[in-house]
């Protein structure tokens, strides 16, 4: 994982964001699902609807109040996930915990809701109809967009690449480690020396000879790379903040920067290896290709098939109506 330190903003905040998300539009579907399947007050004193319970506490992995997250429920929301996120969930168990207590206040919202019978207002149960009613047309949109398992082809892909090479251009890669120094901005006096005596005592040590790895792992405070020897691996040089690229541009293979003073402290920077820009191998892009490939057909049997829709069943507009409609709207 690149820090984002080194990077700048790619953003946690995002990545909980995105993640969240996939979480909430589970529990947003079940919502829309349990509301409309319920009969009031019958189901509702007979068995909750929105009571997650499960068949033994073992299977429980969050709680809050009545409501449950099982852990089929977390599998879902984790496989509903892109890779990247799934892997940023996997390492950073804090994302992990904060995603799980937002879906259960979420799900304490509408156990809530429920009990007053939120959704048998007439605009919410209209709602809960479009979301179902949607819900149900793009599921059998898909069912009827798929493409063949095999396609496409190792030659369509093959194809696809020859065709593309100028788009598949890799920017300049730099293989980094990082032995980081913290100071707070609003840092006050002793807590601004203790980091500077810290900041010498490991510049001390590499000027001594001290492996790089070593001191990384002993004293950098930023821990995630720091068990790594420092490495946070392969970045774009259009990832690096400004201020490090900098300093990174000016190294050679093996050398290590002086300390680069960003917001929130300091930076030394180790290039482990560098890769100039150029065109990615097809091996490391075929996979995407391969499935940007099958998203463009899917899209196309699609629109194929509701043109063939339209043209069987032609839409009329009441463009008399429509007006009246507008004009009502803007009032």
């Known amino acids: 994982m690149t820090p984002d330190r080194v990077i700048g903003p790619m953003t946690r905040s995002k990545r909980f964001l995105a993640i969240l998300s996939a979480g909430l539009m589970l529990t947003a579907s079940a919502a829309a699902t349990t509301a409309?399947?319920?009969?009031?007050?019958?189901?509702?004193?007979s068995a909750p609807a929105t009571s997650t319970t499960s068949a033994g506490t073992?299977?429980?992995?969050?709680?809050?109040?009545?409501?449950?997250?099982t852990r089929d429920e977390v599998r879902a929301i984790v496989d509903a996930l892109p890779p990247a996120d799934r892997a940023a969930l996997v390492r950073d168990p804090a994302l992990f915990s904060q995603t799980l207590r937002v879906i259960l206040a979420n799900r304490l919202v509408l156990?809530?809701?429920?009990?007053?019978?939120?959704?048998?207002?007439?605009?919410?149960?209209?709602?809960?109809?479009?979301?179902?009613?949607?819900?149900?047309?793009?599921?059998?949109?898909?069912?009827?967009s798929g493409v063949p398992e095999g396609y496409p082809s190792e030659a369509e892909v093959q194809r696809a690449?020859?065709?593309?090479?100028?788009?598949?251009?890799?920017?300049?890669?730099?293989?980094?480690?990082?032995?980081?120094?913290?100071?707070?901005?609003?840092?006050?006096?002793?807590?601004?020396?203790?980091?500077?005596?810290?900041?010498a005592d490991i510049q001390a040590k590499l000027k001594s000879g001290t492996d790089f790895a070593a001191v990384a792992k002993a004293d950098s405070d930023e821990r995630a790379s720091g068990e790594q020897g420092g490495e946070i691996g392969w970045v774009a040089d259009s990832q690096i903040r400004p201020e490090i690229k900098s300093q990174v541009l000016a190294l050679t293979k093996g050398g290590v920067s002086a300390p680069i003073q960003v917001p929130g402290g300091w930076?030394?920077?180790?290039?482990?290896?560098?890769?100039?820009?150029?065109?990615?191998?097809?091996?490391?892009?075929?996979?995407?290709?391969?499935?940007?490939?099958?998203a463009q057909r899917i899209e196309a049997n699609r629109r194929a098939y509701l043109a063939k829709l339209l043209e069987q069943s032609p839409p009329t507009i009441n463009e008399l109506a429509l007006s009246s409609v507008i004009g009502q709207a803007k009032n």
């Open 111 to 144: 156990n809530e809701a429920l009990s007053k019978k939120w959704h048998e207002q007439p605009n919410i149960a209209a709602q809960l109809q479009r979301v179902r009613d949607n819900a149900i047309v793009e599921a059998y949109l898909q069912s009827i």
């Open 161 to 199: 690449y020859d065709a593309n090479k100028s788009a598949l251009v890799m920017p300049r890669q730099f293989q980094l480690a990082q032995i980081f120094v913290a100071l707070p901005e609003a840092a006050d006096k002793d807590t601004d020396e203790k980091a500077k005596k810290k900041l």
């Open 36 to 45: 409309l399947a319920q009969s009031a007050k019958e189901k509702r004193a």
């Open 267 to 294: 930076h030394i920077v180790k290039l482990l290896d560098s890769k100039d820009a150029g065109t990615a191998p097809f091996a490391t892009v075929k996979e995407g290709l391969a499935q940007r490939l099958r």
């Open 58 to 69: 073992g299977d429980v992995v969050a709680k809050a109040g009545d409501q449950d997250l």
